[in-house]
């Protein structure tokens, strides 16, 4: 059974809190709450799911940004939809799982590029992507400790396993903020760019990104992600079947004739 595709930039025509924007094969999808700051309130976490699903659907996409405003990326869950819930309230709901996690399980990559603040539940997004591009002016934190709870989005797990323990207990325990110089030597972020450039550069990643053979860029994913899920040795097992069946893809006999007669490639995705 094939899956009914969907463009992305008409699902956005309906939706409030998502702008998305086609440039080529890259979809450019741009958080639209800026008088909240990018607070991810229940609307704007479904409808970047519904966005989501149908850039997955759309065979025509190759690699999704996610971008905020200049002040915000996104300043975390909305603390006042929040503030009235219980606990019967949340666990019934499933508030986080059932409607957070979409960018997470994208098969296709995903970055994030941000600018201004990533606190809490926006931090949380910005490492549910691929990779963080940030802007000079980006600050990074899991605030969630200052209104009386902890992050409930994959702070204390992405994050731990994306600095290790003393950082992440130092941004999780006090709610420091950290700016992009910090975050890029934490290695929480992998470039650090300057505000006017940060969309343009995180697209062209994008983009070369899409350019590469399909599968092969699946495959790398699935097995960079692999390693936050298992032991060392599985993990290479995994990496070992993975590139053997790159070699059943015409990417691969593409891609090394393209560099053996020192011409460009061109790839089938096939
Ligand atoms: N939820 C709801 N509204 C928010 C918000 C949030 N997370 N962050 C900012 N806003 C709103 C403010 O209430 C304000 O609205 P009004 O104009 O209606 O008062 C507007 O956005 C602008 O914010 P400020 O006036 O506070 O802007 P500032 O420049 O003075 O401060 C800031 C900026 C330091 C980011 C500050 O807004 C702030 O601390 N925000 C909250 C950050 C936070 O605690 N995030 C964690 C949320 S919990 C979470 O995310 C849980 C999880 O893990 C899933």
């Given at each position: 059974m094939t899956t009914k595709q969907q463009d992305p930039i008409k699902v956005a025509e309906n939706t409030e809190y998502i702008l998305a924007e086609r440039r080529d094969s890259v979809v450019l999808l741009t958080l639209n709450r800026s008088k909240a700051l990018n607070a991810l309130c229940d609307s704007l976490t479904q409808e970047l799911t519904e966005v989501l699903d149908?850039?997955?659907?759309?065979?025509?996409?190759?690699?999704?940004?996610?971008?905020?405003?200049?002040?915000?990326?996104?300043?975390?869950?909305?603390?006042?939809?929040?503030?009235?819930?219980?606990?019967?309230?949340?666990?019934?709901?499933?508030?986080?799982t059932s409607s957070w996690e979409?960018?997470?399980?994208?098969?296709?990559?995903?970055?994030?590029?941000?600018?201004?603040?990533?606190?809490?539940?926006?931090?949380?997004?910005?490492?549910?992507?691929?990779?963080?591009?940030?802007?000079?002016?980006?600050?990074?934190?899991?605030?969630?400790?200052?209104?009386?709870?902890?992050?409930?989005?994959?702070?204390?797990?992405?994050?731990?396993?994306?600095?290790?323990?003393?950082?992440?207990?130092?941004?999780v325990l006090t709610g420091r903020?950290?700016?992009?110089?910090?975050?890029?030597?934490?290695?929480?972020?992998?470039?650090?760019?300057?505000?006017?450039?940060?969309?343009?550069e995180a697209v062209a990643v994008a983009t070369k990104i899409a350019n590469f053979s399909k599968p092969a860029v699946l495959l790398a994913k699935e097995s960079v992600n692999r390693a936050f899920e298992t032991t060392l040795s599985e993990g290479l097992r995994f990496e070992r079947r993975m590139f053997h069946a790159a070699f059943a893809t015409e990417g691969q006999n593409e891609g090394m004739d393209a560099f053996i007669n020192k011409r460009e490639a061109r790839y089938s995705d096939r």
């Open positions: 149908a850039t997955e659907r759309d065979d025509s996409v190759a690699a999704v940004v996610i971008t905020g405003s200049a002040k915000a990326f996104a300043a975390g869950a909305d603390i006042k939809e929040m503030q009235p819930k219980t606990f019967v309230d949340v666990y019934l709901e499933d508030f986080i979409r960018p997470s399980t994208v098969r296709k990559p995903i970055i994030a590029a941000v600018s201004g603040y990533a606190l809490g539940g926006g931090a949380e997004l910005a490492m549910m992507c691929d990779l963080i591009i940030a802007a000079e002016s980006a600050k990074f934190g899991q605030p969630e400790i200052t209104i009386g709870i902890l992050p409930g989005a994959g702070g204390t797990q992405r994050l731990a396993r994306a600095v290790g323990k003393s950082k992440a207990m130092d941004m903020m950290i700016d992009a110089a910090e975050a890029e030597r934490m290695g929480l972020v992998a470039r650090v760019v300057a505000d006017e450039e940060l969309v343009s």
